[in-house]
């Protein structure tokens, strides 16, 4: 265990960003924060859940794959991947951090996805331990710990202090380059993480149960008279799935640059009417079909697949974005029948 | 499994024999650049093909694994990539990644049984690399029937090589039919579903069944009242697809990507997914 007064948080990020860029949130003129590139007179962020999620950072909005040039009837491949540089994303919470096991467990799996495997292996990731959590937090429910966050360095931050516990040999190597750390026992830490812990167990959503989710649960789910009032006033619009940190969906599409053809991928959603239509027909015609996929992918599809984890880490944004209120909250209190109560 | 550094990233492949099957439906033959197959793969398996410009679009292979000099793919006209491909003459280069999807059981499942395939129009395509593959190893299999029905005649895929091939293959029985009384057709007319249920089949047979949703709905029924059990009858589904390796999300049904998982299923497998394909 490091650590540095909060007052020289700053020289310690200078430090970094000179071993690798570093992005951190930072508040904007609107109030919220954003994840921004770290300069001289930036401040890190109070709020610490940030407008966006710290999925772009491996997984951008859009992103490039690769370019053709035609003539005639030849066609030429041109391959823009390029090294990538390394770089730290600084400040972020347990469930954003989560939530890259769970892009992980989608593009890492073979045929491994090598656009992302490339930013991923760039990336480092300070977490840092969330102390004010949001009404809408409900992490706890996938199991997550809020007050100790996985990545490859942790940080803690208490009124006078910041704490630094590296967790992987990246995180080592990293902390090890910054000057002005001083080696400290855990005490602090464990205090900060016991405060913590009680902050959590009094969210308003910290009892809501997954016990009636996960693998399994597919017909008796699918089947339910409540996805049509559940889906009734949805608008489709997908803003829940593009501020959502966990979803993955993407299309591939083209544009003409000029002098050559750009082919690129950028998120799509389950929440189109488009997203599934075909030459052949469209095997979900209606709102409440795509409403109960992305709701389904979450809580029982993705568990189905991978170990009973969870496709949710109860960021609580899309409960925060979306304009007619619907959420995930919702249909887990709706389905998940007494248990959530 | 696939090159890492290969995911998305297509090869260029060269059309090198446009054959016209039906008013609708070409056949084309591919090849690299340099003249040889572009990959090899199993029976039922797909590849993704594109024209920079114009976009990409998922195709069964429909040649045998056993053609080891080329590929083909018999593709039907009904949009942006199709429709340009329809125009497209031989030289043309076009783009090609793959194998995508879970092939036929051939190896496993269906060695030493007898084979019976439905196909009905286009989905005759997914299920010619099979038989083509099952007749060249044909002494791994039992006895093959196949039948197959179009709206016309004209609407049938792949009739010469049927007339001058399948039928004459001693192991092989074919049985075309087509929906309405044509000249020039003394065949049988009337459809696909009622036709199986007329020829009666022994419940012997491993089922191989590939069409638009109504024929199969139709035949499945037809075979079950034949006595037929769901575990013996496969067939391949058709759903959207972008990135052909369970990553877009596109083709999702239940806890399965269509183009990772399937597109090749038993129908005892389909009944534990939910009904959204
Ligand atoms: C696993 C799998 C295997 C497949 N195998 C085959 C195969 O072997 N052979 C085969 O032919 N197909 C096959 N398909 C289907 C094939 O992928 C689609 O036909 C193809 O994607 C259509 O692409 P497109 O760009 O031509 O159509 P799109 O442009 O994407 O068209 C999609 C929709 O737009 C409509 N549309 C677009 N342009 C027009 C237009 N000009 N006029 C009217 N409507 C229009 C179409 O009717 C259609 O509803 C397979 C699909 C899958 C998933
Ligand atoms: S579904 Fe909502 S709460 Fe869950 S991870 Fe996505 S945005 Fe966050
Ligand atoms: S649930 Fe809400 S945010 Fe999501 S698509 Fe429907 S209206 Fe939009
Ligand atoms: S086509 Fe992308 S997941 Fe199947």
Excluded at chain 1, 210 to 230: P, Y
Excluded at chain 1, 260 to 265: E, L
């Amino acid at each position: 265990m490091r650590k540095c007064l909060v007052e020289d948080i700053n020289s310690v990020l200078a430090q970094i960003n000179k071993a690798a860029k570093v992005y951190l949130p930072v508040d904007g003129t609107d109030g919220k924060a954003r994840f921004e590139e770290w300069a001289e007179g930036k401040e890190w962020s109070n709020a610490l859940n940030t407008e966006r999620s710290a999925k772009d950072f491996f997984f951008p909005q859009t992103e490039n794959l690769m370019e053709f040039k035609t003539e005639g009837k030849n066609i030429e491949i041109i391959d823009i991947r390029s090294d990538k540089d390394d770089f730290v994303i600084f400040g972020v919470r347990g469930c954003d951090v989560r939530s890259f096991d769970i892009l992980d467990r989608v593009f890492l799996v073979e045929p491994i996805d090598s656009f992302y495997k490339a930013r991923r292996e760039h990336g480092i990731i300070i977490s840092v331990a969330c102390g004010r959590p949001s009404e809408t937090c409900f992490c706890g429910a996938f199991g997550i710990d809020a007050s100790n966050p996985a990545g490859d360095v942790t940080v803690w931050r208490t009124k006078e202090a910041v704490y630094w516990q590296s967790n992987t040999d990246k995180g080592e190597e990293l902390l090890k380059k910054v000057e002005g750390l001083t080696d400290c026992d855990e005490a602090a830490v464990e205090e900060e993480k016991a405060k913590i812990k009680k902050i959590m167990d009094k969210l308003p959503l910290a009892n809501l149960s997954t016990e009636d989710f996960g693998a399994g649960k597919t017909m008796e789910l699918f089947d339910s008279d409540k996805w049509k009032d559940l889906s009734e006033s949805c608008l489709g619009c997908g803003t829940c799935t593009f501020v959502c940190p966990t979803c993955q969906c993407y299309d591939i599409k083209e544009f003409n640059a000029g002098k050559g053809v750009v082919r690129f991928r950028c998120w799509d959603s389950c929440m189109y009417s488009d997203f599934t239509q075909m030459s052949a027909g469209q095997p979900r015609l209606s709102q409440l079909e795509r409403f109960r996929q992305r709701f389904m992918h979450k809580l029982v599809y993705y568990p189905e697949r991978n170990d009973g984890i969870y496709g949710c880490v109860g960021c609580g944004r899309c409960l925060a974005k979306c304009p007619i209120s619907m959420n995930i909250v919702k249909v887990m209190k709706s389905l998940g029948g007494k248990d959530n109560e | 499994m696939s090159n890492v550094s290969e995911t998305l990233i297509p090869k260029i492949g060269v059309i090198t024999d446009v054959r016209i099957d039906t008013p609708d439906i070409k056949t084309f033959r591919v090849v690299t650049p340099d003249g040889v197959k572009p990959f090899d793969h199993r029976p039922g398996q797909c590849a993704m093909l594109s024209v920079p410009g114009v976009g990409e679009a998922m195709f069964s292979i429909t040649s045998s694994p056993t053609n080891t000099e080329f590929m083909e793919f018999s593709i039907k006209k009904c949009g942006c990539v199709t429709d340009w491909l329809h125009q497209a003459e031989v030289g043309q280069q076009i783009t090609i990644r793959g194998p995508y999807g879970t092939p036929f059981p051939v190896d496993d499942e269906f060695a030493g049984k007898n084979l019976l395939f439905i196909a009905g129009g286009v989905g005759l395509a997914p299920l010619r690399s099979v038989i083509n593959y099952c007749r060249h190893y044909s002494d791994r299999y039992g006895k093959i029937d196949i039948v197959y029905g179009s709206r016309s005649k004209n609407d049938l895929l792949d009739y010469k090589e049927i007339v001058d091939e399948w039928t004459k293959d001693a192991n092989v029985d074919v049985h075309l039919t087509i929906d309405n009384p044509q000249e020039g057709w003394d065949g049988h007319v009337g459809f696909v579903p009622n036709y199986v249920k007329e020829l009666g089949f022994d419940t012997d047979k491993t089922v191989i069944l590939c069409g638009p949703p109504i024929m199969i709905k139709f035949t499945l029924d037809g075979l079950c009242d034949l006595g037929f059990e769901k575990s013996q009858i496969y067939t391949t589904l058709e759903m959207r697809m972008k990135c052909g390796v369970g990553k877009c999300g596109r083709c999702n049904v239940g806890s399965k990507y269509i183009c990772k998982d399937g597109p090749v299923f038993r129908f005892d497998e389909l009944d534990e997914l939910p009904d959204e394909y």
